[in-house]
């Protein structure tokens, strides 16, 4: 059987910093954990000691037979305090990227995913008015560190998160409640008049926060092509794929222009847009329709082909290549996941043939880890964690992932 995936094809999996490092003592999120009253379930803790198990870890990619690893550069371990850079840090972010290459993993940076530090957040976190000049500080020391090393940089981590959840009815509004609660008790411990973080903001802030995190997107790709002009950089988003039943047209229009389409235009001055998609929203003439079948832990029908869905549209307004920066499904049936795998490659090698440019796919995620407000709860990964020895166990899906890989790795390439 011929496939679309090219030679070069970037095959991997996404991790982020807080949510698998542990320790992240300096940063917001770690802050808003242990403030009353909170919005997260439970604290992150020592999350998966991901910061000092990370190369067996990177053995276990390898292993698998994948080509990259997407990981976060935590900004709060770097700079912990206004001014201050921890060269130490910097020195454990470069064996990293070292690590990669040394397995023959192709490193795909991410410059912020969610977490910052707790100072940047007390200072008005994105709106502050020197937010995107700090942003591109910490852009401009880690390329100037390793940059060379990099296969390419995500700036910023679905910067439309909130207003996908929001125009989902993901949050109730006993959640917007105590998200205000918290932030307003954070700020005043923190000493400061306004507290945020980039996957807490109050639905009355979208607006000023889409304008800011712009700001600094642009910034920070400025920044980073300055060390470097070659490299590829760009922002990757949350994106479901939004269909319409007869009827439902003006809704699912609706959708994209709340929520993706100011992204898509940003990413026509990008080389690429990072797409990350869980699910498919199937919209009505009367709102949205759930329909039979299974479904994954986040209460939607899974839908295989969301992904390639999700991919066509980001493609179509960008105008850009798309890197898959994240993909999966939340479920505690890891039989499920196995079978999502295969579908959903196979879909998204069918729209590739079909001429939308494709970079790479990184599966989210490698192992169980912290999911933000929801705690230690949904699983996601192709690993699971032991909680108190921190001993990752392949799941069966695991094996599944590096099959596909294996055989779409080594299938003709159609033409």
């Keep these: 059987m011929s496939t679309a995936f ?3 094809f970037l095959w991997g999996v996404a991790m982020a910093g807080h949510q698998n490092e542990g320790g992240n003592v300096d940063s917001d999120i770690w802050f808003l954990e242990h403030t009353t009253p909170t919005l997260f379930r439970e604290p992150s803790g020592s999350a998966c000691n991901g910061y000092e198990l990370w190369p067996a870890d990177l053995d276990t990619v390898a292993g698998m037979g994948l080509t990259a690893f997407r990981f976060s550069v935590e900004w709060a371990r770097i700079e912990p305090r206004r001014g201050e850079v921890s060269e130490a840090a910097l020195d454990h972010y470069e ?3 070292d690590g990669c290459h040394e397995r023959g993993l192709a490193p795909i940076v991410t410059f912020n995913h969610f977490a910052s530090p707790h100072w940047f957040s007390a200072a008005g ?3 502050a008015p020197d937010a995107a000049q700090l942003f591109a500080a910490q852009c401009d020391r880690v390329m100037g560190r390793f940059g060379d090393r990099i296969t390419a940089a995500v700036t910023l981590n679905e910067p439309n998160l909130e207003q996908l959840l929001q125009a989902g009815g993901k949050l109730p509004a006993e959640a917007e409640a105590v998200k205000i609660e918290m932030l307003a008790a954070a700020a005043r411990a923190a ?9 807490v903001i109050p639905a009355a802030a979208q607006d000023d926060f889409q304008a800011g995190f712009t700001v600094a997107h642009r910034a920070a790709r400025e920044a980073i092509k300055a060390r470097r002009g070659d490299l590829p950089v760009g922002v990757s988003i949350a994106m479901s794929d939004e269909v319409a039943l007869p009827g439902g047209e003006h809704r699912r229009d609706a959708r994209r222009a709340a929520v993706y389409d100011h992204w898509l235009r940003v990413a026509r001055d990008d080389d690429f847009i990072g797409v990350q998609n869980y699910e498919r929203t199937y919209h009505g003439p009367d709102g949205e329709v759930v329909p039979d079948g299974p479904r994954n832990g ?9 992904l390639a869905g999700a991919v066509r549209y980001a493609h179509e307004v960008s105008g850009v290549p798309v890197l898959v920066t994240e993909h999966g499904i939340q479920t505690e049936h890891d039989e499920l996941r196995a079978g999502f795998i295969p579908a959903a490659l196979d879909a998204l090698g069918e729209q590739i043939a079909g001429g939308t440019p494709v970079l790479g796919y990184c599966h989210w995620t490698l192992m169980d880890n912290f999911e933000w407000i929801f705690g230690y709860g949904p ?6 964690v032991d909680r108190n020895t921190f001993e990752r166990t392949a799941k069966p899906s695991a094996g599944v992932f590096a099959e596909q890989v294996s055989r779409l790795r080594s299938a003709p390439v159609s033409v």
């Excluded at 986040?298 to 969301?306: D, H």
């Design 379 to 384: 699983e996601l990964g192709l690993l699971s």
């Design 95 to 97: 064996r990293v990227i």
């Design 298 to 306: 986040m209460g939607t029908a899974v839908e295989p082909a969301s």
């Design 6 to 8: 090219p030679p070069g």
């Design 125 to 127: 976190s994105w709106l």
């Design 191 to 199: 000493g400061s008049d306004r507290y945020f973080a980039s996957n």
